[in-house]
């Protein structure tokens, strides 16, 4: 199982970090031990000081396949989650300074929480979903997946050019603006609509 993570997909937080909006979809993977589940806590890791959240909607692929066509793709997954991709903000600069990857950065333990997963027939339109963050009760990101620049569909259709896309397999679709630091103590709740998907804290 393998979880792909879509950089840059939302205008206003392509801005807020002052990166050029891409052509094509930027993506990047974080291994299964980076999942948090069933509201544990996270604990804040020793190697950082600037621990960043980015909420982002996630959706489960559901069967395999390669070189899938736009057209085809919503036959792919069918259930949406939420999920925080954790980022250690200072070693991500300190990465992209000098041109390394970023796993250190995105991909550590516990860097990917995540709530359990709905049937995107719940969900009205599977194009304009609402969704947002509350740190410590106040809400610190709101996104809606209208906003994306590349759909699920176009994503799983260009991921799936170089990777096989294998049942169970996570993608994390890009945060809205509005990142910014945990600390210690905090309290993160994330919803879909006004649904809670997780509830957990930073320790
Ligand atoms: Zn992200």
């Not at 993608?171 to 945990?182: Q, R």
Request: charged share 25%; proline share 5%.
């Amino acid at each position: 199982m393998k979880i792909i993570c879509i950089g840059m997909n939302y205008v206003e937080h392509v801005r807020e970090l002052n990166n050029v909006l891409p052509k094509k979809p930027v993506f990047f993977l974080k291994p299964e031990t980076s999942l948090l589940l069933r509201n544990r806590p996270f604990y804040y890791p020793g190697f950082s000081n600037e621990i960043h959240y980015e909420i982002e909607l996630v959706i489960k692929i559901n069967r395999n396949g390669k070189f899938i066509q736009e057209k085809f793709a919503p036959l792919y997954y069918n259930e949406i989650g939420l999920g925080i991709d954790f980022t250690a903000r200072d070693i991500q600069r300190q990465c992209k300074e000098k041109g390394l990857p970023w796993e250190i950065a995105k991909g550590f333990d516990s860097s990917a929480p995540l709530s359990k997963f709905i049937s995107f027939e719940e969900l009205k339109n599977r194009d304009n979903i609402k969704f947002h963050l509350d740190l410590n009760s106040k809400t610190v990101q709101c996104g809606n997946s209208k906003d994306m620049v590349f759909t699920f569909d176009k994503i799983i259709s260009y991921v799936s050019q170089f990777m096989m896309l294998k049942m169970g397999d996570l993608i994390f679709t890009g945060t809205p603006a509005g990142v910014g630091p945990v600390k210690i103590g905090d309290r993160l709740e994330g919803f879909i609509e006004s649904k809670k998907m997780f509830d957990f804290c930073v320790k």
